[in-house]
């Protein structure tokens, strides 16, 4: 893996061509939009570069070729410091999930009790019409309770998944 640094670039299109090295005999041929594919996937923070300081470390595959001052070999400090990053922003993320279904989860029961209570039954009363519209919403804040604890689940997985794969960039000395 190669490490390259922002410069101030405001859009990725203007990252990749600045990273990547005219083609030569002894490197592949590689078009921007691969470039931008890549880095991307490796650096999904990319995708809001406008908010990225300059010198924010940047990772690119091995497979592509860089224009030859645009990469360095990294320290065993400058890994272990993307690596902490790149672990508290999972963490983080993490974090915000939870608190996100949590607030949900508060608001759905909120609903449910509102639904249940006196005053929801005396405008059932007072305009039977709305029965049915006040039973869809108990049953849709039901239905959203499920469906947020199955993609806080599946996001869950995700955050697992990506912890373990940067357990494979730990440089071993």
Known sequence: MKIAELKGEKA???????LLAEPSKKTKKTTNAEMEAALLRLNPQLSQ????????????PNEFALAADESFTPSRGLTEALLRQAQEAVSRLRGVLKERVANSAEETDGVQSWLKSE???AIVRDSPELKEVLSGAGTAAKTLAKEQATALSAEESALAKINSQLATFRVKW
């Open 12 to 18: 990725l299109k203007t990252l990749a061509k600045r």
């Open 49 to 60: 570069i406008r908010d990225l300081e300059e010198g924010t470390p940047i990772l690119v």
């Open 119 to 121: 005053h929801a039954k």
